[in-house]
């Protein structure tokens, strides 16, 4: 199975549109993947808390066209990276005053959305995502031809029983993007890796590069196989990390190493 995960800034003088389109010829040239991953909230910035509101999106906005479009033009599975959602409206109120979720968008070779999945965990504590954003209540998975996927988002990485659930529900591989600050990545690699170890499972996270809102991103988007080996490492800037992996590795490691038999709790 090959996989590319598209590691891009997300630059302050590039509106949204011309973003959008910029994704949308990279995923284009990714046609012969099996399988493209793009970072969070790569139309704002993850920490461009200030944007979130203005440039949010009815699930089947403008970003989920271009990238169902760019799925079907590519021919591969595409999780989309997040966008910030505007959900419907209650009854009564006002036209777009639904509440904000950061929702990550998974499309089909044929450019039909496979599923959707609404971050659980927000980050910032009292500020920012924590605050600005609604919390999902599902688990996720994707059944792909070669693997089935277990859809999570950055600040998730954090919070192992996200990943035993989904496992429950027959995740093999583990898709997490994010927007993850350069002074914790000694923490995204840790995590990464001890998300694969302890599931026995591929782990692909896809970051970003550059500064948002005045916070440098980690880049390094990685892949983990199910024993813990990297795979294969971006660097800081941009870049397009592609690796071919073979999701069948997952059976052959729990078999050979039955510890998620054992688990009591």
């Known amino acids: 199975m090959r996989a590319s995960l598209i590691q ?3 630059d302050e003088g590039e509106s949204v549109e011309s973003r959008r389109r910029r994704v949308a010829s990279l995923v284009r040239e990714q046609a012969g993947a099996d399988l493209v991953v793009l970072p969070e909230l790569w139309t704002t910035g993850a920490f461009a808390y200030e944007e979130f ?3 949010a999106e009815p699930l089947e ?3 989920y066209e271009a990238m169902a479009k760019a799925a079907s033009d590519a021919g591969v599975w595409l ?3 997040s966008i910030p959602e505007r959900a419907a409206s ?4 006002a036209a777009g005053s639904g509440p904000l979720y950061n929702t990550s968008l998974v499309f089909s070779p044929s450019g039909d959305l496979a599923a959707a999945y609404r971050k659980i965990h927000r980050f910032g504590f009292d500020k920012g995502e924590a605050v600005l954003m609604g919390a999902g209540r599902e688990l996720v998975t994707v059944r792909l031809p ?3 996927v277990g859809v999570a988002t950055c600040y998730d990485l ?7 659930g989904l496992v429950d529900a027959g995740a093999e591989t583990l898709v997490v993007p994010a927007g993850w600050p350069e002074r914790r990545r000694a923490h995204w ?12 499972a591929f782990v692909l996270a896809c970051g970003t590069a550059g500064t948002h809102a005045g916070v440098p991103q980690a880049g390094h988007s990685i892949v983990v196989d199910p024993w813990g080996e990297v795979l294969a490492e971006a660097g800081a800037d941009e870049e397009i990390l592609t690796v071919e992996f073979d999701p069948a590795k997952v059976a052959t490691t729990r078999e050979q190493f039955p510890a998620l038999k054992d688990r009591v709790l």
Do not use: K
Not at 90 to 93: D, K, L, N
Not at 189 to 200: D, G, I, M, P, S
């Open 8 to 10: 891009i800034a997300v």
């Open 53 to 55: 509101g203005t440039e």
């Open 61 to 63: 906005g403008p970003t």
């Open 79 to 81: 999780h989309a990276g």
């Open 90 to 93: 209650e009854s009564g109120s």
């Open 146 to 148: 070669e693997t089935t």
């Open 158 to 164: 954090r919070f192992p029983e996200l990943f035993r």
């Open 189 to 200: 690699t840790l995590l990464a890796q001890a998300r694969a170890v302890e599931n026995q």
